[in-house]
C-alpha cells in the first residue's frame, strides 16, 4: 500500500494538494482520475510513498484518507510542462494544479485524450532567445517561412502559435503549401475526430513538423521543437479571461527558456513592453530595425466642430463620407465601416437621476440593441461580459423616470444612418449577434465579397476575415476608438487604426470630434519607434509597465459584505502598500472595491506577496498587470 500525493486540476482552485491511499505505486506526474468531495477530477501524482514510510504523518493527520481506485493506462506530463507550471507560481497568484489546469487542452483535462509525453531536452543553446519582428503581414510571414524552413533543414520541429481559430486557419492557408503532410493543426473549430488525428500525428516523430495551435493546445510538447513563433503578439486573445488569468504569451517564452528554444514574437505593433525589452537588449531584432510601417494609401481626418442642436441635428455620417462611400459604390468598389460598439448604443443612463443599467452578474453597462420579429421591433439589454440579455426598461429602476438616454454610438444606429442613404441590400452587418459562429461569419464575408459595391459595417472581431483590402475604410467615431478605461488605450488605438490601414487600399477616414494629436500623426507617418519613445517615456513618469509590475484585486458584492471583506484582506497585507479605491459606479447594492499595488521591477518577484495572495479568498479577484485598473 503507498500514501500517493497528487496534485488537483481545477479551475481556479487554491488547492496545493490531496493525499489518498493506493495500492498501486504511480510514476510522477501520471495523470489520475482522482475523487474530490462529491465528484471527479484530474489529479497528477506529485509524490508516492510507502505507507511504512509515510506511518507517523498518517497517524497525525486529522482526517482519515481516502483509497484511490486502481487506475491503468495514465498518461504523463511532459517533464518541461511541470517545471513550467512550476516557474509560472513565482508570478502567478495560484496553486501549482490551477495553473497547469490552464495550460492543458480541455481534451488531457477530462481524459479524452492523452497528453503527447516528451522527455525533457537537457542539452543548452548558447543562441538561444527571444526575437521581435514588426511589420506588415506579408513581410511577417516571409520571415515565418524562412524560420520553418531553417528548422526543418536541421529536423527541428515549430510550434506556431495564433491568437484565435480564424487567426490559426489562416497561418495554415499561408504556410501549409508544400510541408502540408508536415503539418499539424489544433484549434477549438476543428471537430472531435479532427482533433483526435491531430493528437496522434504529433506524437509521430519520424519526422519533424510544423505545429499550428491556439493558446488552449500550445503547451502540448515535442522534443524536437527548437522555435515558437507567436503571430499577433499584442492580441488579447493570448491573456486568459478566467481565474488565474495567465499570460500565455509570457508562459510560452518561459516554457521556451526552460526547454532551450528560439522565441519570434511578430505583429504589427507590438507591446510597449516588449519594445522596451528590445531597445535594452533583453529581446533581439529580427531583421532590421523597424522605424516606420508605410502604406500606399492616404489618412483623412474629419474634424466635426458643429455641435447639434434644434436646427442641426447631429451628424453621425459626415457630408464628405457620405460622398467618399458614394464614389465608392459607384465605382463598383468594397468600403469598410468600423463600429466601436455593437447594437443601437453601448449605455443607457438616466437623464434625471443619472442611474446608468448593469448586468447585476458582471457589473458593466448594458448595451442597447433590438430584434426583429415578424416585422415587430423589440429591444433588449444585453451585456457582452456575461452574456445575460433582459428585455429593455421602458423607466429608470431608480427614480422611476420615463428620460432614458441612449450613449454613444453603436453598430445598429450606424446600419440605421446609412440606410437613409445607400440601398439596404448593399449593407453587410459583421458583429457577435450576426457573426454568432465561424459558419455565419464566412456566409457574411463571402456575400460582402461577392456583391460589387457593398458596404461592411463591422466591430474589430471583423478585421481578420478581410480576406481582401477594401477600397475605403470610414471610422466613425475615434472618439468612442479611445474612450476604453485602460492605461494602454493609445497604444491599443494606434494598433487598430494601423491594422485598419493595412486593410485599405485607397482612402482611410477618420470622423472626429476632437482636434487631431500625436496619435493621428505616428498613423499617418506609420512612425511606430517615436510613439513607442513617448509611450514609454510616460509610463516611466507614471510607474506603468515595463517598469514596474501592477498586483490589481477587485471585491464585488453589497456594500455591506464588501466593507468586511476588505478589512479581511487589508489585515492579509498589511505588509504591503496596497491602495484602496471605489468603482466610480458603484452602489448600495453592487459595490465594487479595488486594490492597487505598484512594485518595482528590482522587487519582483516577490514570493511572500505571492504566498499572501495564494491565501485570499476566492471571491477575490487577483490579476497581475491587467489592462483596466477601474
Known amino acids: 500500500m503507498y500514501v500517493i500525493q497528487v496534485s488537483p486540476l481545477l479551475k481556479g482552485a487554491n488547492l496545493e494538494s490531496l493525499t ?31 505507507v ?28 518541461l510542462l511541470i517545471k513550467t507550471a512550476t516557474a509560472l507560481m513565482d508570478e502567478v497568484p495560484a496553486s501549482f494544479g490551477s495553473i497547469l489546469f490552464s495550460l492543458l487542452p480541455p481534451e488531457v483535462r477530462d481524459g479524452s485524450e492523452q497528453y503527447p509525453f516528451a522527455p525533457l531536452c537537457t542539452t543548452e543553446k548558447s543562441d538561444q532567445a527571444v526575437s521581435v519582428i514588426t511589420g506588415v503581414t506579408d513581410e511577417r510571414w516571409r520571415t515565418y517561412k524562412g524560420r520553418v524552413r531553417e528548422a526543418f533543414a536541421h529536423r527541428g520541429s515549430v510550434l506556431f502559435v495564433s491568437p484565435t481559430a480564424r487567426a490559426a486557419a489562416s497561418a495554415a492557408e499561408r504556410l501549409l503549401p508544400g510541408i502540408k503532410d508536415r503539418a499539424v493543426i489544433f484549434s477549438p473549430a476543428l471537430t472531435a475526430k479532427s482533433l483526435r488525428k491531430a493528437f496522434q500525428s504529433v506524437t509521430d516523430l519520424s519526422a519533424s513538423k510544423l505545429i499550428i495551435t491556439t493558446p488552449g493546445y500550445a503547451f502540448i510538447d515535442r522534443h524536437d521543437i527548437t522555435d515558437i513563433i507567436i503571430d499577433e503578439s499584442r492580441s488579447q486573445h493570448y491573456r486568459s479571461r478566467t481565474r488565474p488569468y495567465l499570460d500565455y504569451k509570457q508562459a510560452l517564452i518561459k516554457m521556451a527558456e526552460i526547454g532551450g528554444r528560439n522565441v519570434l514574437l511578430g505583429d504589427l505593433l507590438h507591446k510597449a513592453e516588449d519594445e522596451y525589452k528590445r531597445r535594452t537588449e533583453v529581446y533581439m531584432t529580427e531583421g532590421e530595425e523597424q522605424l516606420r510601417v ?19 441635428p447631429f451628424e453621425l455620417i459626415s457630408p464628405e463620407s457620405k460622398t467618399a462611400l458614394a464614389k465608392i459604390l459607384k465605382e463598383r468598389k468594397s468600403a469598410f465601416v468600423y463600429a466601436a460598439r455593437r447594437g443601437l448604443a453601448p449605455v443607457v443612463a438616466c437623464s434625471d437621476c443619472g442611474h446608468i443599467f448593469r448586468c447585476p452578474h458582471s457589473g458593466t453597462p448594458y448595451s442597447l ?48 444612418e446609412l440606410k437613409k442613404t445607400f440601398p439596404p441590400e448593399k449593407i453587410f452587418i459583421f458583429d457577435h449577434s450576426t457573426a454568432s459562429t465561424a459558419r455565419k461569419a464566412a456566409a457574411i464575408i463571402g456575400d460582402f465579397y461577392e456583391e460589387k459595391g457593398a458596404i461592411l459595417i463591422g466591430t474589430a472581431m471583423a478585421i481578420p476575415y478581410l480576406e481582401k483590402p477594401v477600397s475605403l475604410g470610414l471610422v466613425t467615431s475615434l472618439d468612442a476608438v479611445r474612450a476604453v478605461p ?23 477616414i477618420i470622423q472626429s470630434r476632437s482636434e487631431p494629436d500625436e496619435l493621428i500623426d505616428y498613423l499617418r507617418k506609420g512612425q511606430i519607434s517615436n510613439f513607442f519613445t513617448d509611450e514609454l517615456k510616460l509610463r516611466e513618469a507614471v510607474g506603468y509597465p515595463p517598469f514596474s509590475h501592477l498586483v490589481h484585486l477587485t ?21 504591503f502598500n ?24 528590482n522587487m519582483w518577484p516577490n514570493p511572500a506577496l505571492m504566498d499572501v495572495l495564494r491565501s485570499l479568498p476566492q471571491s477575490v479577484k487577483v490579476e497581475i498587470n491587467p489592462d483596466r485598473l477601474v
Open 486 to 508: 485602460t492605461w494602454r488605450v493609445d497604444e491599443d488605438c494606434l494598433a487598430l487604426l494601423l491594422a485598419l490601414r493595412e486593410n485599405v487600399e485607397e482612402e482611410l
Open 555 to 575: 471585491v464585488k458584492g453589497k456594500e455591506e459584505a464588501v466593507k468586511g471583506m476588505e478589512n479581511d484582506v487589508s489585515t492579509l497585507l498589511s505588509d
Open 294 to 312: 508605410a502604406f500606399p494609401n492616404e489618412v483623412k481626418l474629419i474634424v466635426a466642430n458643429n455641435k447639434p442642436s434644434g436646427d442641426t
Open 20 to 50: 489518498y491511499f493506493s495500492s498501486v505505486p504511480y510514476e510522477l506526474g501520471t495523470l489520475l482520475r482522482i475523487p474530490v468531495r462529491n465528484t471527479e477530477a484530474t489529479g497528477m501524482v506529485l509524490s508516492v510513498k510507502p
Open 52 to 79: 511504512s514510510a509515510a506511518r507517523t504523518a498518517v497517524r497525525a493527520a486529522t482526517f482519515s484518507l481516502r483509497r484511490l481506485p486502481e487506475q491503468t493506462g495514465g498518461a504523463n506530463l511532459s517533464p
Open 369 to 416: 440593441f433590438r430584434t426583429f420579429k415578424n416585422g415587430e421591433e423589440k429591444r433588449w439589454f444585453l451585456s457582452s461580459v456575461s452574456g445575460r440579455r433582459v428585455k429593455a426598461a421602458d423607466n429608470c429602476t431608480e427614480c422611476g423616470s420615463w428620460r432614458l438616454k441612449e450613449r454613444g454610438i453603436g453598430i445598429q444606429y450606424i446600419e440605421e
Open 578 to 601: 496596497f491602495s484602496f479605491y471605489s468603482s466610480p459606479d458603484s452602489t448600495l447594492e453592487n459595490t465594487t472595491r479595488y486594490a492597487l499595488l505598484r512594485i518595482a521591477n
